[in-house]
C-alpha cells in the first residue's frame, strides 16, 4: 500500500501516521488552570529532543471548535508544566483523562486523584505516577495553520519512584523499565503494555 500524503486530509494523514508511528511515549500533562485549578490531559506527540539544555517535545493541537486546548493555553501563560509518565496500572485513568470538560472542571477532582508536593516546584504531580518531570516553557513553535503548536519543556527536576530506580557505580540513574510498567499509544483507541525487555552492548 502507498500513501501519498498530498493527496489527502489533514485527518486522513493524522490517522496514517498515528498507526505507523508506534509505539509512542506518552506525557500526561499537569497544568494550571486560570482559576488556581489543575488540568490533567494525555499526549503522544511527545519525546525527549536534548540534554543540554535538557528538553523535551509536545505537540498539543485544538479542541473541535478550533479553539486552544487547555494545557496548551495554561502552558502558555503559566509557563510551567508537569510530566507524568503513566504506568499501566493508571491506563484507564488516563484514557478518562482525555475528556473535554466544561471550563472551572478538574479532570484531578473527576478522576479522585491525589497529589503530592514536588520539591522545589510550583505546580505539584500525581502521587500514584512512578516518574514525574517538572518542565518550564522553553519555546513555542506554531506548526502550520496554528493547528498544532510545538512546545519545548526545560526540564528543571526529576521524580524517579525509589522502587524502580538506584543508581550505578558511575553515579548513573538507573531505572527498572519492567518496575516502570510505562504505557505507550499506538493508533486508533489502541495501547501497548511493557513487553519483553532486551539488553545489548552498544556497538561503540
Excluded at 45 to 73: M, Q
Excluded at 114 to 139: I, W
Excluded at 168 to 185: E, F, I, N, Y
Aim: glycine content about 6%; overall charge negative.
Amino acid at each position: 500500500m502507498y500513501l501519498d500524503f498530498s493527496q489527502m486530509t489533514p485527518s486522513e494523514i493524522y490517522f496514517a501516521m498515528t498507526q505507523t508511528i508506534v509505539p509512542r511515549p506518552i506525557a500526561w500533562v499537569l497544568s494550571e488552570n486560570v482559576d488556581g485549578s489543575l488540568n490533567l490531559a494525555p499526549f503522544s506527540y511527545f519525546n525527549a529532543v536534548n540534554s543540554d539544555p535538557p528538553l523535551i517535545s509536545l505537540s498539543v493541537g485544538s479542541k473541535p471548535d478550533g479553539s486552544h486546548k487547555d494545557t496548551r493555553a495554561n502552558i502558555l501563560q503559566r509557563k510551567r508544566f508537569v510530566v507524568h509518565i503513566a504506568h499501566t496500572e493508571m491506563l484507564e485513568a488516563l484514557n478518562a483523562s482525555a475528556k473535554i470538560l466544561p471550563a472551572g472542571e478538574s479532570e484531578i477532582d473527576m478522576l479522585d486523584l491525589e497529589m503530592s508536593p514536588f520539591e522545589g516546584f510550583d505546580l505539584p504531580r500525581l502521587k500514584d505516577c512512578r516518574v514525574a518531570l517538572a518542565c518550564e516553557l522553553h519555546a513555542e513553535v506554531p506548526l502550520g495553520k496554528e493547528t498544532y503548536s510545538l512546545l519545548l519543556g526545560k526540564i528543571s527536576a526529576l521524580y524517579v519512584d525509589n522502587t524502580i530506580a538506584s543508581m550505578s557505580d558511575k553515579g548513573r540513574l538507573t531505572v527498572d523499565a519492567t518496575a516502570l510498567q510505562p504505557l505507550a499509544r499506538l493508533g486508533a483507541g489502541e495501547y501497548m503494555l511493557f513487553g519483553e525487555k532486551i539488553e545489548l552492548k552498544s556497538p561503540v
